[in-house]
């Protein structure tokens, strides 16, 4: 790994202890991906796979048959039941044919809210405390201050300009990622839409450093298959982002890798 500034809020703590982790043959498992024959011009599957699975993990009940039966074919379904999910694979169409910016990631975040968010809040930090509720209506998270939200976000894209222009090994890069996954949805920038924007970021930062081949990965879908893992490890790095311990990460930085792995 060569740097020449060094990171201001992503954590090399567990870098070490996950090269050492990391199952063998990441490299060849990411070459041997590619697109499906069913993809076109016109539609991408891996898009709607993506973006079918992160809306699922926010508790959408979109069904990947559905949506590609609607998304490719032209079969009708009730607005409401695609328009959340058209939105997001709006946006990562958008990622895939742009590189990775703080001015690209805010607009990626304008279009995967344009039916979540009111349009004065799409892609504009948030000015209110923000709290994540579980399902029994407990507060499980408190994320960073308001004040603060415009500081921290500046240090992540510091560190996110740093990593595309730094040689990384490809165990790294996934390391990177999943990183950059982590602190973002523990940042909670935006008013609505940070796990969704959190995943892109993932995969978009992959693409840029690995090339297109990211973009094939279905890790949303291994992620929603293994949602209570996924949560599971996000919550274990602590329940407030003063008290945060990346020390932790590492269930939830080993995911990313096993998604590529089961292929």
Request: proline fraction near 4%.
């Amino acid at each position: 790994m060569r740097m020449k500034a060094g990171l201001q809020i992503l954590s090399t703590e567990l870098l070490s202890a996950y090269l050492k982790t990391v199952p063998p043959g990441l490299e060849h498992a990411f070459s041997a991906l590619h697109d499906a024959d069913i993809s076109t011009d016109a539609f991408s599957f891996y898009a709607s796979v993506a973006s079918v699975y992160s809306s699922k993990i926010e508790g959408e009940s979109i069904e990947l048959d559905s949506y590609i039966k609607y998304k490719k074919f032209g079969i009708e379904f009730l607005p409401d039941y695609t328009k959340k999910t058209d939105d997001l694979y709006s946006a990562y169409q958008f990622a895939s044919g742009r590189p990775l910016s703080e001015a690209n990631l805010t607009q990626a975040h304008q279009l995967l809210t344009a039916h979540v968010l009111p349009e004065h809040l799409r892609g504009v930090a948030r000015t209110n405390n923000m709290y994540v509720i579980d399902e029994a209506g407990k507060i499980e998270y408190v994320a960073v201050s308001p004040y603060l939200v415009k500081v921290e976000m500046e240090k992540l894209y510091h560190d996110l300009q740093v990593l595309l222009n730094a040689e990384l090994s490809f165990p790294e890069t996934m390391f990177f990622a999943a990183m950059l996954h982590l602190v973002f949805v523990k940042i909670h920038p935006w008013s609505d839409g940070n796990g969704r924007c959190a995943r892109l970021l993932e995969k978009w930062f992959l693409a840029e450093k690995v090339g297109e081949k990211a973009w094939f990965l279905d890790s949303e879908k291994w992620y929603y298959n293994n949602k209570q893992a996924y949560y599971a490890s996000i919550r274990a790095i602590g329940n407030d982002y003063e008290t945060l311990s990346y020390s932790k990460a590492l269930p939830f930085l080993l995911m990313l890798p096993a998604s590529l792995a089961a292929r």
